[in-house]
C-alpha cells in the first residue's frame, strides 16, 4: 500500500517574510494531481470508516422504533456541532502548522500545535459542563417532545462527555495532516470506528454477561472509542518521523502570542461551524411540523449527507496542507494552483458521484429505514443531494485551499449568506408559512450550496488572500525570538 506520507519538495527558504511571486518550482501538473490524491486518499477511506460508524448505529438501533431514532437524530445535533467546533479549530491548526513546516521551523509548528490543543480542550469541557448541567433545556430548544426526551437525555451527556478525547484526538489529527501524513490518522479511525461497532455489539442487548444497556450502552461504545483514538494518537506520535507533531510536555507551555494568533485565525471558523450548525438546528426544527416521519428521515439523510462531503473534505485538506505549505515557503504561485488543481479533481468526482446518488436514491433509501414514510421522504431528499453535490464539493475544497492560506473569514461569511440569507429564511417561508410539501423544504439545501460556492469561487480568483499572507509570516517569524527573549 503506498504511503500517503509525502516529502516535501525543496523550497526557497524564507528570508524577509514576503511572499514570492516567482514559485520556487515549475509547473507540473502531473505532480500535483498526484500529490493532492496521495494526501486525498487516506482521508476519504477514514471518513468512509467514520460515517460508517453512524449508519451501524441506525441498523443496531433500529429496531428499537421510530423514537429512539429520533432520540438518537436530536442529540446527535450537537455532537456534530462539537464535532464542527474542533473540526474549525484543526483548520486553524492545519494553517499555522503548514506555513511553519513549509518555513522549515518545526519548534514553531509544535507551538502552534500545543496552542491549537489547548483551545480545543477548552472548548469542550466548556461544552460538557453545560450539556451535563442544562441537557433538557437543550433538547427543548429543538421542541423535542417528551415521549423523546428522557431516551434522549442519558445520550446526549455519554456522547458529549466524550467531546475532551475527541479534541485531543482530532487536534492530532490535524498536526499529521499538516505534516503531510494522512495515513496514521486513516488507521486510527478505523480502530476507532472498530471500537465503536463492537461496543454497540456488547452493549446494546448484552452479550458475554454485560447488561443490555440499550440507548445508553451506544453512548458508552461512542466515549470508548474516543478514548481509544486519543490514546494512539498520543501514543504514535512519540515516535513520529516528523519533529513537528512530537509534542513534548515543554511544548505545552505556549507563548501568549501564539495563543493570540491562533485565537485570531480558529474564531473565524468557529462561528463560521456555529453558524452553519445554528441553522441546521433551525432548519431541523422547521421539520417538526412535517411529522416524526421526517424527523427520522432527515436524521436518516444526514448520514447519506455526511458520505456525500467526503471527497470534498479530503480535498479541501490537501489544498489546506498545500497551499499553507506554498505560502510558508514563500510561494504563492504554487499555493494558488494547489487550489485550482484540487477544486478541478473535485468537479469530476463529485460530477460522477451525482449521477449514482440520482440513479438509485430508491435502493439507499430502503437500505436505511424498512419504513415506507420514511422512504418516501427520503427519495427527494437524496435526489436533491445529488444535484447539489457538485456545489458542496466545489465550495468544500475551495474553503479548505483558503483555510489553509489562514484566510477564515472569506469562508465564514459564505457560509453566513448561503445559510442565513437563504436557508433559514426561505425554510421558514416554506415550512411555516406558505405549508408547502417536504421536497421545497428540501430544495432549499442546493440553494445555500450553490451560494456559497460561488461566493468562494470569485473569492479565490479575485481575492488577495496570498499577498494578505505577507504580513501574517513576518508576524510568525518575529514570535519565536520574542518567546524565546521572554
Known sequence: MTSARISSPPSSMLSSGRTSTRPSLPPDPKRDVRTILLLTWPVVVGQLLANAVPIFDLLMLGKYGTTTLAAVGYASQFLMLTQATLMALGAACVAMMARAI??????????????????????TVATLVVTWIFPVELLHLLAVKDSVTHLAVPYLRLTIGSAPLMAIALTYESAYRAARDTFKPMLIVGLCALTKVLGNALLLTGVWGLPALGLKGAGF??????????????????????????????????PLSTLREAFAIAWP??????????ATLVYFRFLGGYG?????????????????????????????????QALGAGDADRARRAGRVSSQLGAAIAVSLAGVFILLRAPLARLFTPDPAVVAALDPFILLLGVGLPFLVL????????????????PLWAAAVGNWVFRVPLGYLCAQLLHVELFWVWSIMIVDHVSRAAWLHHAFEHGRWHERLGAAMRRQSRAPRVADAA
Not at 455526511?306 to 479541501?316: C, E, K, R, V, Y
Not at 465550495?395 to 472569506?410: C, E, I, N, P, V
Open 102 to 123: 513549509g518555513a522549515r521551523d518545526d519548534a514553531r509548528a509544535r507551538r502552534a500545535f500545543a496552542a491549537n490543543l489547548w483551545l480545543a480542550i477548552a472548548v
Open 221 to 254: 461504545a461512542t466515549l470508548g472509542s474516543q478514548l481509544v483514538g486519543a490514546a494512539c494518537f498520543i501514543f504514535i506520535s512519540r515516535a513520529h518521523r516528523h519533529s513537528a507533531v512530537r509534542l513534548g510536555l515543554s511544548d505545552l507551555r505556549v
Open 269 to 278: 471558523a468557529v462561528v463560521e461551524r456555529f453558524a452553519m450548525n445554528a
Open 292 to 324: 416524526v416521519e421526517a424527523v427520522a428521515a432527515y436524521n436518516v439523510g444526514v448520514r447519506i449527507l455526511a458520505f456525500t462531503w467526503i471527497p470534498g473534505l479530503g480535498l479541501s485538506v490537501a489544498a489546506a496542507t498545500m497551499v499553507g
Open 395 to 410: 465550495h468544500f475544497t475551495l474553503a479548505g485551499a483558503l483555510r489553509g492560506a489562514g484566510d477564515t473569514l472569506t
